[in-house]
């Protein structure tokens, strides 16, 4: 059998480490991740002392590019960072973001036969999750969207995604040079928990975005919550599960006892199609995601 290796590199702690195998397709795809606990200088020498010695990377806790709708800001240090590669192709799970995750909503409603119209869902981070929130308005959700309050530290969440876009147009431009520390927790900042404006977590049933974000502005109780996020571990699940959450999704399926990120799938595709990813136009994904058969991963916690 013929085989294929994806490393993500992620800015994150070290403690989140893992290794998994999965057979796709005729392929036995080896999966690492590998966390620098926000050393750039680690970072950049992992991703040289591996450049062309797999076959695909993914770029974890950091996002290459922040997106809303049809804009796209490069994150000026992150670039810094991966400008070092020469042969092998990164991807931060960014078009997946936008172009699966939009689809998962309507998923939960029509075949897990979890309700999401008329409720409040709190987008943590709009710039990060666009996709997501896409989806959410789509089925019927009322958004607030948390960029201004947990970003920014703004107590005003925005409740429309034409005003996050029309924000994005005159921020991003100054935001996006920004050390990627202060746009995202690195290192063991992850494993930090500082709430943040907790009314916003309280009024809403929903709250979707990345897990290492919800998990360090959320407030210690999230009773009867409904959690869209990513990458969690076991250990994620059962902190989660003591915060009385009662339904959690990752929009990656789980391999080997965790979810893994968007970057990671998104890294395995351009693996498997072996073409770099600026080639890789979105119906390819959605196609291969069809074919593969893959599903958002929906634990049931408790029963209200």
């Not at 795809?29 to 062309?52: A, H, N, S, T």
């Not at 693996?271 to 634990?299: D, T």
């Amino acid at each position: 059998m013929k085989e294929k290796r994806v490393v993500s590199v992620s800015l994150g702690s070290s403690r989140r480490n893992h290794k998994a195998q999965v057979e796709l397709l005729g392929y036995r795809i080896f999966i690492e991740r590998i966390g620098v606990d926000g050393d750039k200088k680690k970072f950049r020498e992992l991703l040289q002392g591996l450049d062309g010695q797999v076959d695909a990377f993914g770029l974890g806790g950091a996002d290459l590019y922040l997106r809303a709708g049809q804009y796209q800001y490069q994150v000026v240090d992150v670039a810094r960072l991966v400008s070092v590669l020469r042969e092998t192709p990164i991807v931060d799970g960014g078009e997946l973001k936008v172009v699966w995750e939009r689809q998962v909503p309507r998923y939960l409603e029509e075949e897990e036969k979890i309700p999401l119209a008329g409720k409040r869902a709190l987008i943590v981070s709009g710039m990060d999750r666009y996709g997501l929130a896409e989806g959410l308005k789509d089925v019927g959700c009322r958004l607030l969207i948390g960029d201004m309050p947990f970003a920014l530290g703004i107590s005003i969440a925005l409740r429309s995604l034409w005003t996050l876009r029309f924000l994005s147009v005159c921020m991003m431009p100054v935001l996006r040079r920004l050390p990627v520390e202060v746009l995202y927790p690195t290192g063991k900042n992850q494993e930090k928990s500082t709430p943040r404006f907790p009314w916003y977590f309280e009024t809403s049933e929903i709250i979707a975005s990345d897990f290492l974000y919800i998990l360090r502005f959320a407030p210690p109780q999230l009773r009867g919550k409904i959690i869209i996020t990513n990458t969690v571990t076991a250990e994620d699940l059962e902190e989660m599960r003591r915060r009385g959450v009662a339904v959690l999704v990752t929009t990656t399926p789980e391999i080997e006892g965790r979810s893994f990120g968007t970057n990671v799938l998104q890294a395995i595709f351009v693996a498997l199609l072996e073409k770099r990813p600026e080639e890789i136009r979105p119906e390819e994904y959605l196609e291969l995601m069809s074919r593969l058969n893959i599903r958002p991963r929906v634990v049931r916690l408790r029963e209200e």
